[in-house]
């Protein structure tokens, strides 16, 4: 196949079968982000390049498409614009742009395709959707435990059933720096070893804490708070400093909030850091049994919208990586759905273009022939390969006495049945 | 508002009413395709620099937005990659990816964006939805009988009703100028300047003619023939020539086809011409009652797929312009529809929670107080500007009683429902 044919390097196209299964999983998520009271946001594919100046750092700045100045400036080879890489950018921008004219606080869900010129890996794609759900303009715990809430039901309404919120600070996580005396500039690296405790075994931690040079003793205590199973051990150091008791208030707050969710889904998890070193506040991951890594996450960002170019409004969001949880689905998934009816034409067109609107104006996702093959079993192929339910057959002989053979494709049943009634009747045999 | 504020030139953001009303309008549509058995098609925003080359016009060339080469190559100032132009390409470029892979005849929709470094003007804009619908394969006229019949009821879905479907032939537009004896080098002229019928007087069409070096009294039959009540005269003329005969009788195949539409919707109109040269058989355009221009139009175009870097195979389809009829319809929108629920929030904040995701299991769309105020009005405020139909307040009196104050928005009526009944009543006094 000639490269030129090919959809370009780490997109996709996405044909029948997959964008279906797609369309329904965003309608589903977007449903349950309505009913929480949060307003769908579409901005443009791309934004001015200067909206994105200084705002990300350079490992991300690096992966932007960016697009050439037209007409007499494109000699110049200049870009002025560039692909959106993510929603909160364009985020924080339509909350400097529309300011008070949005409703306060500003409860907003995006769904859709950002761009990044990554290097494409399986699984990792220059475009692919992000599914973010935000809250700009409230500090309310009652926001963080909302957009928790909103997340867990788009989870369930995605068909993902076996997981679990794990819950944590970044206010508790300095607090038990504080309380072990590690200093502030040492934090964001030990914090950033603690993190792997999902991937490294603890040993491997503590040395890697050690290497980056922490007190050995230190360590392991640290790695052995917040690896052990009862969180009694982190809360008894929290509760040693200021900002540690503030950071487990916080998290005391989110599982009051939430206690309504089935037990068990939302957990204290002490050794949850969250790569991003925005969050200010709550933060949350949820892993799933079948699934890698995790597969939502979030946490308060009080800070971001007004280091993006936005006003100065505390945040809170989350964001469901809705990519994942599909590729992980389409493995299992059967082929959609096919055609409701297929009609065969082998003479009185009229007759069956007449048919085929009865038929779809009942509900009824009904093709036509639309081939060159006057032979029967040449159509039969045809419906089967749109995996048609039900084939009607309007041939010299049914044309003759004036009625349709109804064939079965499950069951291979016929039966005659008069024109004038053919498309009642397969409605009411497919209900 | 600094200019990095707002969306790049000729772009929109879409915030909750637009969103919910492009939606709602894209899924109607969509709806309607799916029933005739097409499928949908999402390529990538962007293709390869050489999927466009020499495909498109210097015209739509210097529209297409380019992609800088990323990394080291960016210096280069050079393009490798444009945002999709229209869904055509894509549509020819797929055929050829996909090939045998794709049902035959391949009948896909596409509803989505496309990007053209237009000049900005009212109602024009650099990303807009295009609504496409093509079949790939077929050379029956019933093929082109259902892109005219799912075009027409995908208008009849976005709530437009009052309009005509315009119906001509390319073949039989070449024969009516072989019946008058015009150059084949001079027919494409004399067609252009025919297409201005719906905006020109007869007269200055005549004129126009004239000045193009048609012989006046021609230039007065061939305007008098095509504008004439009775297509009589224009079907006496075609049958002069072979092709005239050919192309009436594609007409009639496709009016025959189409009978089952109400009456006088499809109507052969022989001086509507379409102004794109690529068609190459029967082509029609949508005219409506209140809607300027026309709101959709379509036709066979048999040699464009190959053209275009396909294989070469007979292709038919229509467009239904969705951006203006939206336009149109947004001048007479009403607000959408606001929350279900408000809840007020005067302490008892757990219980608030549980009683929002009750609301929200029974399908309402539900809001809680994010704010910091612990005024009942400030609440209410919040409550009226969210549009909220019902506001439940749980204050310290409510909470003593174990009751909800339950308020109609609408009518002001407030009653007192125990806690544990508040979401039932809510749900079945809102059904």
Request: proline share 4%.
């Amino acid at each position: 196949m000639a490269k030129a044919a090919e959809p370009p390097s780490g997109t996709r196209d996405f044909l029948a079968d997959d964008m279906r299964r797609r369309k329904a999983a965003f309608d589903a998520v977007a449903g349950v982000f309505e009913h929480y009271g949060f307003d769908p946001l579409e901005t443009p594919a791309f934004e001015r390049l200067e909206v994105f100046a200084g705002k990300l750092g350079d490992e991300a700045s690096a992966l932007i498409f960016k697009i050439l100045k037209r007409g007499v400036h494109e000699a110049t080879g200049e870009a002025d614009l560039a692909l959106r890489y993510d929603h909160t950018v364009p985020l924080a921008r339509v909350v400097g742009t529309y300011g008070s004219r949005l409703p306060s606080p500003y409860k907003r869900y995006a769904i859709g395709p950002v761009w990044r010129a990554d290097r494409p890996a399986k699984g990792r794609f220059r475009e692919f959707t992000q599914c973010d759900i935000d809250t700009v303009g409230s500090s309310s715990p009652m926001a963080d435990a909302e957009i928790l809430w909103a997340v867990h039901d788009g989870l369930i309404a995605l068909g993902v059933d076996d997981f679990r919120v794990l819950v944590n600070s970044r206010q508790a996580l300095h607090g038990l720096l504080e309380a072990y005396g590690i200093a502030e500039d040492q934090g964001t690296a030990v914090l950033g070893t603690l993190d792997k405790l999902d991937k490294l075994a603890a040993e491997d931690v503590v040395a890697e804490l050690a290497d980056r040079g922490l007190d050995r003793r230190t360590a392991q205590d640290l790695v052995g708070d917040v690896t052990a199973a009862d969180t009694d051990r982190v809360r008894k150091q929290l509760d040693t400093t200021e900002r540690g008791r503030a950071g487990l208030a916080e998290i005391d707050r989110v599982l009051e909030l939430t206690s309504g969710l089935p037990e068990g889904r939302v957990v204290f998890t002490p050794s949850m850091v969250r790569g991003l070193d925005y969050y200010t506040g709550p933060i949350f991951e949820v892993i799933a049994e079948g699934y890698p890594g995790s597969i939502a996450s979030g946490g308060r960002y009080d800070g971001l919208v007004a280091k993006l170019g936005g006003p100065d409004l505390p945040a809170c969001g989350g964001s469901i990586g809705i990519e994942r949880i599909l590729a992980i689905q389409a493995a299992d998934a059967e082929a959609g759905s096919g055609l409701d009816v297929a009609l065969t034409v082998l003479g009185a067109e009229d007759t069956m273009m007449r048919m085929a609107a009865d038929l779809r104006a009942r509900g009824l996702r009904t093709g036509v022939y639309l081939g060159t093959s006057g032979k029967l079993g040449k159509q039969l192929k045809w419906a089967n390969d749109n995996r048609a339910r039900t084939v009607l057959i309007h041939g010299p002989e049914e044309q003759a006495e004036g009625v349709v053979t109804v064939r079965d494709m499950v069951s291979g049943a016929q039966s005659a049945v008069p024109v004038a009634e053919v498309a009642e009747h397969v409605r009411s045999s497919s209900a």
